[in-house]
């Protein structure tokens, strides 16, 4: 177990030298240099000249991408240009807001699918599992914006238990933080749920139809004893791939949910970089989100090996 | 009084009667074997005691195990028989356990469930049943899980699993299909000590009569999901009565007469092969290391002989069929087809490639179902530079087809039209069809039931005086080698141990390895009046 997750581990960090490396290259290679790309056409030349010295951009190639990594490395992430302010603690205050959210999303999702997948595969082709399988599949279809609409028409307008949008921020406590994360983090969860949930009953279905289920039932265990015993974690490991790949994309995908509920996350802070061109912020969030993917994976591949003894012993 | 009574069993799945009026007995330390083709409602007969039948079926007649009427109890009172009162093994060792948990877990959870101990006491029981099945406590702790172990280990455990509780019925369900021979003689062996031992009735399910012969007591044979003849194993085989049990032992120990090899000319010739398989990495800066899959393997087949080849699995024997087929490149020696390498540069020489044809073990699997059949068995014609068009091509097809013993109309049927021997019948027309020098021939006949399998070999037989076939032969199944092959080649780990004239290998072998494998195969009894042929 300790061998693969070092092995793992030093694969992480590979893979983060070499996305750092990618996302240097791609905004070298983007055409012009990013002091003009950043200023636009009609820039001074003057103008673009001094941003290339703040930039950095008079010095070799390889200095400046060594330079960025151990900046980056030690917390410094430069300089937002439309902003002049910190990107680094720009980007904590929106991670303060992204992660709790992505990963509330998250829990919930997860309460829902799991009870719901394994409940579905237990009475597979009954009632219960066509209504499970008929809710599911309204929930990958409908938009999660559209939830978030109905939403804040039912809870905020009508019954007025949550505000409409905004964030109070965690200073008035953590029950207030997530009060005002609720109704963003439902309607993130529930599309996801809804893909989570089929995942797992098809794993759990494909399991059940294996030979040491029925081995099981000739021990003596009931149908309930079988499918929690030997089927639930043997489903699991595709259920954690895609566990994986959601929470990635929580993280910074949840753009609209933000633009709905008016949150000040990572996915509005990347839009707006985009927009203003601000490329030391896109850099930086980019850089960001590759790190949280790469670790995401991590975090699933041991899980795996958790889960899987066959995987711990392959080397 | 019997452990085991079963009256009047009937059971129909979707409206589809599968098992007819079938009434047996088991009595305490007997072992009574059901044997039949496939279809013949053996297994379902075991499930049916078991109480674990697929949905929708349904059922009708009387179960009685030691005085309790099955059929009646509920199924929380069935759980609580299963794996105490009843035991039972499966089929398949390799996918039987499940992957996530332990051995000793899975074999103390049969304890467990039952509440027969508190968990400590159940640890140390399953220490000791799994020291009963062989699996000594230092080569195999509680802590090992299944994909650890092997087939025959890993059925031990299944075992283990189901004697936990000292079942007073065990039922078997092919426990040994799976297995090597030699494997599978210590199972048997095995099983065979715990019944006497612990005083158990055995039902034991197998398609193999040899093992019936040898294991039980009684034979119960079905077909169609009928009980055809029923009795004592010693008496059933002298006075066998029904048609269709003598016609099962017939072609049980089916044997053909293969015309007589021409003067040897070589065709295929290996020499020194050498195929190595690359094991993972240890660590990221470490070399990898090799696994030797076949070693040094120098062997020449002539035009017009019959080659067999056979070994336990994991010999080797299918890496070198891939390696003479030109699939994998050798990482010493050579392999050439009529003075030509199959292997040239990256990939199959195909001018040798179109001179070799193969079929496979699975009738079920190698063919895409998608497909008709005439395009199925003209797949061949691709290594040919001017295949046949129009006319030509549907001789070809129909003349093919004909070979074996099918309709030229079956060209435009698509494969599920077909049964497993018929299948089989399409992948010869499809090897046939370009008319190779060389067919091999994969454990072909391994996945046919015992009367459509004499059907194949017959059909070879007919076919090497019809075409002059030359083939490798390779089969784990001895009695069929020794049948369908002049010459016969023994592997064991990636080395040729033995080669020689089929029979003198067969009744005087050399080789301890070979010795040991033909000690292992079950033997059918001598039934003389119901062999057709003269031995050879």
Redesign the interface.
């Known amino acids: 177990m300790l061998r693969y997750s070092l092995?793992r581990l030093?694969s992480l960090i590979l893979s983060l030298a070499v996305a750092s490396l990618v996302i240097f290259l791609v905004i070298e290679v983007a055409p012009g240099d990013p002091a003009s790309f950043m200023l636009g056409i009609n820039a001074q030349p003057d103008t673009v000249a001094a941003l290339r010295t703040e930039l950095g951009l008079d010095v070799p190639k390889t200095q400046r991408y060594l330079t960025w990594v151990s900046n980056m490395l030690n917390g410094d992430f430069g300089t937002s240009y439309t902003y002049r302010t910190s990107v680094a603690t720009m980007i904590a205050d929106r991670m303060w807001v992204s992660l709790p959210l992505a990963l509330y999303a998250l829990v919930l999702s997860t309460l829902i699918a799991f009870p719901a997948g394994i409940y579905a595969a237990a009475r597979r082709g009954k009632a219960g599992d066509m209504a499970v399988m008929g809710a599911t599949q309204l929930g990958v279809a409908v938009p999660n914006f559209w939830f978030a609409m109905m939403m804040v028409l039912v809870f905020a307008i009508n019954l007025r238990w949550f505000s409409a949008g905004g964030f109070v921020g965690w200073d008035k406590g953590l029950w207030a933080g997530l009060h005002s994360l609720t109704l963003p983090a439902i309607s993130l969860a529930l599309p996801q749920a809804a893909i989570l949930a089929r995942v797992m009953r098809s794993s759990l279905l494909d399991i059940l139809g294996?030979?040491?289920m029925?081995?099981?039932?000739?021990?003596?265990?009931?149908r309930r004893?079988a499918l929690w015993?030997?089927g639930v974690?043997?489903a699991m490991i595709p259920v954690l791939t895609i566990i994986g790949l959601q929470f990635s994309f929580l993280l910074a995908g949840s753009i609209i949910i933000e633009q709905v509920f008016y949150l000040p996350g990572l996915g509005r802070l990347v839009f707006q970089a985009i927009s203003s061109r601000d490329l030391i912020v896109v850099e930086s969030v980019v850089m960001l989100l590759v790190f949280a993917v790469i670790v995401v994976n991590f975090i699933v591949d041991l899980t795996y090996a958790a889960?899987?003894?066959?995987l711990r012993?392959?080397? | 009084m019997n452990l085991l009574t079963i009256t009047d069993l009937n059971l129909s799945i979707h409206k589809s009667d599968i098992l007819r009026d079938v009434s047996l007995t088991v009595g305490q330390g007997e072992i009574v074997a059901v044997t039949g083709e496939s279809g013949s409602g053996k297994s379902m007969t075991a499930l049916a005691v078991m109480q674990l039948l697929p949905d929708l079926s349904t059922s009708s007649g009387s179960i009685q195990l030691d005085g309790t009427e099955l059929t009646a109890v509920s199924e929380a009172d069935m759980c609580a028989l299963r794996g105490s009162a009843v035991g039972m093994v499966f089929q398949e060792p390799m996918t039987a356990l499940n992957p996530v948990k332990t051995i000793g877990d899975q074999v103390a959870e049969t304890i467990l469930i039952h509440k027969a101990m508190p968990p400590a006491r159940a640890k140390e029981r399953a220490r000791e049943v799994l020291e009963r099945v062989g699996l000594s406590a230092d080569k195999f702790p509680l802590s090992r899980f299944p994909h650890e172990l092997s087939g025959g280990q890993r059925q031990r455990v299944v075992i283990a699993m189901a004697i936990a509780l000292r079942p007073k019925l065990l039922i078997a369900d092919e426990p040994t299909t799976a297995l090597d021979v030699t494997t599978q003689a210590q199972i048997l062996d095995l099983l065979k000590g715990l019944v006497k031992e612990e005083n158990m009735g055995l039902l034991m399910i197998t398609h193999d009569l040899a093992v019936v012969s040898d294991m039980a007591d009684r034979i119960v044979v079905m077909r169609r999901g009928e009980i055809v003849e029923t009795g004592a194993t010693k008496h059933l085989l002298a006075h066998m009565q029904h048609p269709y049990t003598k016609m099962l032992f017939a072609a049980s120990g089916h044997l053909v007469n293969l015309p007589t090899p021409p003067e040897p000319t070589p065709l295929l010739k290996v020499q020194n092969a050498v195929r190595d398989y690359q094991l993972p990495r240890t660590s990221l800066f470490a070399k990898p290391g090799h696994y030797r899959a076949v070693n040094d393997v120098s062997f020449t087949l002539h035009r017009g002989e019959r080659l067999g080849l056979v070994g336990e699995s994991g010999c080797g024997k299918s890496t070198l069929t891939r390696a003479i087929l030109g699939l994998e490149p050798l990482q010493g020696g050579q392999i050439h087809l009529d003075g030509a390498p199959v292997f040239s540069g990256h990939s199959p020489n195909l001018d040798v490639r179109r001179k070799m044809q193969v079929v496979f073990q699975d009738p079920f699997g190698s063919f895409n179902p998608r497909h008709r059949v005439d395009r199925l068995i003209t797949e061949p014609f691709f290594l040919l530079d001017t295949p046949p068009k129009g006319i030509a091509r549907k001789d070809a097809i129909a003349q093919a087809l004909t070979a074996v013993g099918l309709h030229p109309d079956d060209a435009y049927k698509y494969i599920h039209e077909f049964s497993g021997g018929q299948r089989q019948r399409i992948a010869i027309a499809r090897a046939l069809i370009i008319r190779p020098e060389l067919i091999l021939f994969d454990e072909a006949v391994s996945a046919l039931d015992v009367s459509v399998r004499a059907q194949i070999l017959d059909l070879l037989a007919e076919l090497c005086t019809a075409y002059d076939l030359t083939y490798l032969f390779i089969s784990h199944d001895l009695s069929v080698v020794r049948t369908v092959t002049d010459r016969v080649m023994v592997m064991q780990a990636g080395e040729i141990v033995e080669q020689g004239v089929t029979e003198s290998v067969f009744t005087n072998p050399q080789h301890p390895y070979t010795k040991s494998l033909i000690a292992a195969a079950p033997r059918l009894p001598d039934l003389t009046p119901t062999s057709k042929e003269p031995v050879q």
């Open positions: 092995k030093m294996e030979d040491f029925r081995t099981a039932r000739a021990k003596g265990l009931s004893q015993r030997h974690r043997n889960v899987d003894p066959r012993s392959r080397t």
